[in-house]
């Protein structure tokens, strides 16, 4: 065999096992849709003040040492649900605009 065949071959192999790096992608995107998606219902239930509040809260724990990628969930549900409440953006919509992003 020649040595692009086994580099081809494992590469299958590779793929197959862990798919491509769109699959791997998308799979990590849909886990933080998701992710988001759990936070809805608590995210509803807070008045328009507490919604507001939110963004100092963001800052206050960004500034304790918490990571963008750790608020991201809760950041993303908080923005899904002032659009819906300013814009009527649905969270189908909300799902369809994160898994492209």
Same mark, same amino acid.
Request: charged share 20%; glycine share 4%; net charge negative.
């Given at each position: 065999m020649a040595l692009e065949s086994? *580099? &081809?071959?494992?590469g299958k192999v590779a793929r197959a096992m862990?798919?491509?790096?769109n699959e791997r992608l998308v799979r990590d995107y849909m886990e933080r849709v998701q992710a988001?998606?759990?936070?809805? *219902? &608590?995210?509803?239930?807070?008045?328009d003040e507490a919604l507001r509040g939110k963004t100092d809260e963001f800052r206050e724990r960004y500034r304790a040492g918490e990571t963008l990628d750790?608020?991201?969930p809760e950041a993303f549900a908080v923005a899904r649900e002032a659009a819906a409440r300013t814009v009527w953006l649905g969270s189908e919509q909300w799902s369809q605009v994160l898994a492209e992003a």
């Open positions: 086994v *580099a &081809e071959w494992m862990f798919g491509s790096r988001i998606s759990a936070l809805e *219902a &608590e995210v509803q239930a807070l008045s750790d608020l991201l």
